[in-house]
């Protein structure tokens, strides 16, 4: 007698799974992960073509809603993750008004329900003293060590308050540079390497060695610039993230301040040192920092606002470069698929029974430049234009069709996470 399926769906392809492309039937029921098999049965499959990945997460976006959606909003910007292969987002707090305390992170969280195309979690702000007020959803807590958009400096913190932001059971995102050091600049603006040399590595080193001391379980540097400033710590206590910006671009070729992001894009020789970090698997996570603004902000070097758009395009850049054999294919899952849900607690990035059916395909003969009259952000402009990518074709999220022969299902929205109780990695 056939055992009886309890999938609803079954997806057929070769998925990558534990470190290799398999030809596989994936039962999904309720969103779910409920069956891998080698063999057919009578139940609905849905063919994959192509090589099959898990969703990928971006841990670090700036979707500007509410307050600032001339710039983005999570609408579109939840739809450019998709067509990047991103099925999950994590929303960082420094909004027009940044979220602080429960109240206005339930704002914000109803202010966005609906309206999101993938799954997508928000962060609370530490100002330097809310930790009681911190919303017990949140998926971490951002603390800006210096001053930046919507959001003051808190760079010294008491070890009284330590314990009560380690209590919380969340992960720390700390945005690493010096608020003290940052101060001390006083340099004209004259192009981009005077942008890195105004916010200069030092800054980020002394950021880097003051969060290595601080006594909280669960940290994440984020947004790396200078891979130095890490390699001269002893006993590391924190996880590190980098972007495709500090791996790919140097200030000496950026020729507008489309590149101006804080911390800065470095020059050549840091770039290279980055990349070479990323490459011998000595980053633990690949985020975009997607931040938006308009042309108008982006105006006149020395008054651009610093930002620059990336969740549609951190994951094709990454796949070109493993077409090109430059990029190992185990790096990029690790960073952009696997470890960022890991350190969250979250059941996604695996094919494995009990995580979530979210998958994107590629081609991967299908290499073409980025165009910014095809990107998907409302401000689409970046420095990556005419790049090397590989786009997706295809995104499962939760076991349901976001995107087919890259045009979007448009009745298809993701859902909230709440992050309660991250398990411990």
Not at 60 to 89: L, M, N, Q, W
Not at 181 to 203: G, P, Q
Not at 287 to 292: G, L
Request: charged letters at 25%; aromatic letters at 10%.
């Amino acid at each position: 007698m056939a055992k009886e399926s309890y999938s609803d769906i079954y997806f057929h392809g070769k998925f990558y799974r534990k470190g290799i492309f398999d030809d596989l039937y994936i039962g999904v029921s309720n969103g779910k992960i409920s069956e891998i098999s080698k063999f057919r049965n009578n139940a609905k499959v849905v063919e994959l073509e192509n090589a099959v990945f898990p969703g990928s997460t971006d841990m670090h976006v700036h979707f500007r809603d509410p307050g600032e959606t001339e710039k983005e909003d999570f609408t579109t910007g939840s739809i450019s993750a998709i067509f990047g292969g991103t099925t999950t987002v994590f929303d960082m707090p420094n909004n027009m008004i940044p979220i602080v305390d429960y109240e206005v992170y339930e704002s914000k969280r109803n202010a966005l329900k609906g309206r999101s195309f993938c799954d997508y979690g928000l962060y609370s702000m530490f100002n330097g003293g809310n930790e009681t007020v911190i919303h017990e959803e949140s998926v971490g807590v951002k603390i800006y060590m210096g001053e930046s958009t919507n959001a003051k400096g808190v760079e010294n913190i008491d070890e009284k308050i330590q314990s009560s932001l380690d209590n919380l059971g969340k992960n720390i995102v700390f945005h690493g540079e010096s608020g003290e050091c940052l101060k001390k600049s006083n340099v004209a603006l004259n192009n981009m390497c005077d942008h890195s040399i105004s916010r200069n590595t030092e800054c980020e080193r002394i950021a880097v060695d003051k969060l290595n001391k601080f006594r909280i379980s669960r940290k994440i540097m984020a947004h790396l610039s200078d891979f130095n400033n890490v390699e001269l710590i002893k006993n590391q206590t924190f996880k590190t993230e980098i972007l495709p910006q500090h791996m790919l671009l140097s200030c000496e070729k950026l020729e507008n301040s489309w590149g101006k992001v804080n911390p800065p894009i470095r020059d050549e020789k840091i770039r290279e040192k980055n990349f070479q970090a990323y490459l011998d698997g000595k980053i633990d996570v690949l985020s975009s920092d997607h931040a938006p603004h308009t042309e108008r902000d982006k105006g006149e070097l020395k008054y651009a606002k610093s930002g620059m758009i990336g969740v549609e395009t951190r994951v094709p850049l990454i796949l070109a470069l493993i077409r090109k054999k430059i990029v190992p294919l185990s790096i990029f899952v690790k960073t952009a698929i696997e470890t960022p849900p890991l350190l969250f607690g979250i059941k996604k990035g695996l094919i494995e029974k009990g995580y979530q059916a979210d998958f994107f395909t590629v081609d991967f003969s299908s290499i073409q430049r980025i165009s910014e009259e095809k990107l998907h952000s409302k401000n689409p402009f970046t420095p990556f234009h005419g790049f090397e990518a590989i786009f997706p074709k295809d995104v499962i999220l939760g076991g349901e069709i976001a995107l087919q022969g890259r045009e979007l299902i448009e009745d298809h929205f993701g859902k909230y996470i709440p992050l309660k109780k991250p398990e411990v990695v």
